[in-house]
Structures are given as structure tokens and as C-alpha cells.
């Protein structure tokens, strides 16, 4: 089991930046596939990003596009989410998510995808 720890969550104005971390412990980190998700009360978890083992592949939703990065240090454990020029529908709990993949190098989009989950980091991004 992959324990999930996300920081960097906070208020930031419309066009500002943010940096998100998520630190795993526990499990093989240089083997998951790992992946950040957003959700806003009332909705469903949303699929932001997504980054395999040795970050050859990465995937984002259409919404962030240019404007979002998804990173990795292997050596520390860690994934990160950089949000540049942020938008006030950015705003959500941001959840980092890992899936242990033995086999093969790639990255995953859906929530059922993921087994293990941080508990979030709120992000606001005032207009």
C-alpha cells in the first residue's frame, strides 16, 4: 500500500501560479503510474493529469492544457503538479493518486484506475 501526502495547495489570484507535491511512502514509487485528480463539491472527481514510471508519457484534460505540468523525482518520491495562469474554474480539491504497474511504462485517466489516494489539497484561485 502507497501512502500519499499532497502540499502547495492555496489562494492565489486569476493568472498566478502554483506548485502541488505529492510525497509517497511505502510501496515501489519507481513503479506507479501516478496521477493528479480535482474535485468541487457536488462533482465528480475529475481526471487532471497523469505521468507513467520514467515520465516518457504524460496526459492532461483539455482544460489545462499548456497551461499545467506533470513532473516526477524518482529519487525523492515525489510528483509534482505545476499550475500556471490559473483560472477561477481551476478552483477544487486537488488529489494526488498512484497505481502500482510492474509490467508496463504508461499512465491512467480514470479514477477506478487508481488504488491509492492523498487527502487533497484545497486550491482557490480568486477572480
Known amino acids: 500500500q502507497v501512502q500519499l501526502v499532497e502540499s502547495g495547495g492555496g489562494l492565489v489570484q486569476a493568472g498566478g501560479s502554483l506548485r502541488l507535491s505529492c510525497v509517497a511512502s511505502?510501496?515501489?514509487?519507481?513503479?506507479?503510474?501516478m496521477g493528479w485528480f480535482r474535485q468541487v463539491p457536488g462533482k465528480e472527481r475529475e481526471f487532471v493529469a497523469a505521468?507513467?514510471?520514467?515520465?516518457?508519457?504524460?496526459r492532461y484534460v483539455d482544460s489545462v492544457k499548456g497551461r499545467f505540468t506533470i513532473s516526477r523525482d524518482n529519487a525523492k518520491n515525489t510528483v509534482f503538479l505545476q499550475m500556471n495562469r490559473l483560472k477561477p474554474e481551476d478552483t477544487a480539491v486537488y488529489y494526488c493518486?498512484?497505481?502500482?504497474?510492474?509490467?508496463?511504462?504508461?499512465?491512467?485517466?480514470?479514477?477506478?484506475?487508481?488504488?491509492?489516494w492523498g487527502q487533497g489539497t484545497q486550491v482557490t484561485v480568486a477572480s
Open positions: 493518486a498512484a497505481r502500482q504497474e510492474y509490467y508496463s511504462d504508461t499512465f491512467y485517466v480514470k479514477v477506478g484506475d487508481f488504488d491509492n
Open positions: 511505502g510501496g515501489t514509487f519507481t513503479r506507479s503510474a
Open positions: 505521468i507513467s514510471w520514467s515520465s516518457a508519457a504524460t
